[in-house]
């Protein structure tokens, strides 16, 4: 059964190709590049599920590599099944089915958590920020679950102008 968007919630095409790479690079201050941190967005099509998504997102640094996957639903972005593998937190399995999040860390006990309509993970938020019609004065809300709180809350999103922005790469 395929999840309905809350009323007043649009959805744009994913403006992303399959198997699309987006790569960030963060440093802070006076730190040298070797110490950056980096962040690899990749979405590519689901080879189990026509249709879906999987959203993988990969940070690493000089002292840490940590990997998020989602795979969502291609029209609504409703996560199928997350899952988190970063040496400061236990691996985790988070399924969503039947209005609930089903948590389960690695060595400890699962959890399951009732959900209030269309919830995204919050592992998928960079991918679907972008399949919102942002343009200055949009506004909405979003449901998002995160499972290392086990608990959903409320992303208040909002476009609070158009600005440019100067890179070394150009405007």
Do not use: C
């Amino acid at each position: 059964v395929k999840a309905a968007l809350p009323s007043g919630l649009k959805l744009l095409p994913a403006p992303w190709v399959d198997g699309e790479i987006l790569d960030y690079t963060f440093t802070m201050g006076n730190m040298p590049a070797e110490s950056a941190t980096n962040w690899r967005y990749v979405a590519r099509s689901s080879k189990t599920h026509p249709g879906n998504w999987v959203l993988q997102t990969r940070v690493y640094n000089p002292v840490l590599v940590f990997t998020m996957d989602v795979e969502a639903d291609g029209d609504t972005m409703k996560p199928v099944v997350s899952r988190l593998v970063n040496p400061m937190f236990p691996d985790t399995l988070t399924t969503y089915q039947n209005a609930e999040a089903r948590v389960e860390p690695k060595g400890k006990d699962p959890k399951t958590v009732k959900l209030d309509g269309l919830t995204f993970d919050a592992f998928e938020l960079p991918e679907l920020l972008r399949r919102l019609p942002l343009a200055p004065a949009y506004k909405t809300s979003l449901q998002v679950f995160t499972a290392q709180a086990s608990a959903a809350s409320t992303l208040h999103v909002s476009v609070a102008g158009v600005e440019n922005v100067t890179t070394p790469a150009g405007e």
